[in-house]
């Protein structure tokens, strides 16, 4: 049983980091996501119990907790590793920059993009010391369409007024 809680731990945390990583690019809510992490634990929970060694099968809530805290993380993880790394279809787009702060002390820029675009998309919109321009323009981003059909947004650059 304690290697069981061992697993089922190492489990949450490869799969909590591969969300973490994959998730920020790919251009699906944290909601969404969080959906997906749902439907891998059900799934995971109705598979029959001759799949699992007997621990899972005499006691339902070690099953329960493996399916919420140790496979879901890890699949869901891996599926957003797969969509972001057999990403295929690449194309680039450029959206005006309407407002932005620069935080000096930080070395940060936020920005604010036209008709809301990467809204929830927090990470997306924000650039690092060596990415600031004066004075931004637009935004240049790559897309990619991912292995599963859901957009991949990589390289951002700030494209600087003239």
Known sequence: MEHT?????TLFFIGLILTGIFGTPTLLSWWQISRIYIACA???????NRWFPIVFTTHKELKILMSL???APLITGILLMLNFTLAGN?????FRVLNYKTYY?????IIELENK???SHHELRKFSDEEIVIDPDSVRYTIKTGLFGVKVATDGHLIEKK
Do not use: S
């Open 69 to 71: 805290c140790g496979v």
């Open 5 to 9: 809680i061992q697993l089922m731990t």
């Open 117 to 119: 675009q990467f809204q």
């Open 105 to 109: 002390n930080e070395g940060l820029m």
């Open 90 to 94: 690449v194309h680039t787009e450029k």
């Open 42 to 48: 059900v799934l995971f929970f109705f598979f029959p």
